[in-house]
């Protein structure tokens, strides 16, 4: 009996890296990392325990953004784009299997005190989430990029 919970674990695990290969199709439509010397504006992140300041940003389909993610808190943060299922998705694993290690592609970990920055080039208008999804921060530390069209 106790050899079928390795198997069961297995299971969700590779459900999971599954879900992780349906998230990078996903970065099509909310963007992709861009191009240093294509940078347009900076924009810059404040973590605090437990919420993104500010927590909307706006920013043009074709924009290419350098975000500066600070952590301003006292503990430590994460912070990950995508569509809100997949958001939820990821901060389930993160309540089930805490002490896994994390790979989500352009997922930040920040310490406190921390800072990190990346470069995002948005290719389409729509609204995109971001989120820090660890056990009881999801649920406050939400926020959203507004993309217009140009
Ligand atoms: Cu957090």
Same mark, same amino acid.
């Not at 069961?8 to 990078?24: D, G, K, R």
């Not at 994460?78 to 290690?101: F, H, N, Q, T, V």
């Given at each position: 009996m106790n050899r079928i919970i390795p198997l069961v674990i297995l299971v969700l695990f590779s459900t999971e890296s599954y879900s992780a290969a349906n998230h990078?199709?996903?970065?099509?439509?909310?963007?992709?990392?861009?191009?240093?010397?294509?940078?347009?504006?900076?924009?810059?992140?404040?973590?605090?325990?437990?919420?993104?300041?500010?927590?909307?940003?706006?920013?043009?389909?074709?924009?290419? #953004?350098?975000?500066?993610?600070?952590?301003?808190?006292? %503990?430590?943060?994460? /912070?990950?784009?995508?569509?809100?299922? @997949?958001? =939820?998705k990821i901060?389930k694993m993160r309540r089930m299997y805490p002490d896994k290690g994390h790979s989500e592609?352009?997922?930040?970990?920040?310490?406190?005190?921390?800072?990190?920055?990346?470069?995002?080039?948005?290719?389409?208008?729509? #609204?995109?989430?971001?989120?820090?999804?660890?056990?009881? %921060?999801?649920?406050? /530390?939400?926020?959203?990029?507004?993309? @217009?069209? =140009?």
């Amino acid at each position: 009996m106790n050899r079928i919970i390795p198997l069961v674990i297995l299971v969700l695990f590779s459900t999971e890296s599954y879900s992780a290969a349906n998230h990078s199709n996903l970065e099509s439509d909310i963007g992709r990392p861009g191009d240093s010397d294509k940078v347009s504006r900076i924009i810059k992140l404040t973590q605090v325990d437990n919420m993104f300041l500010p927590a909307e940003v706006e920013v043009s389909e074709g924009e290419t #953004i350098q975000f500066v993610v600070k952590n301003g808190g006292n %503990h430590k943060h994460e /912070m990950l784009m995508g569509s809100m299922a @997949e958001l =939820k998705k990821i901060a389930k694993m993160r309540r089930m299997y805490p002490d896994k290690g994390h790979s989500e592609t352009q997922l930040l970990q920040l310490e406190p005190g921390e800072q990190k920055e990346f470069i995002w080039h948005f290719t389409r208008a729509g #609204i995109i989430d971001f989120a820090c999804p660890l056990p009881g %921060h999801f649920k406050k /530390m939400r926020g959203k990029i507004f993309v @217009e069209k =140009k």
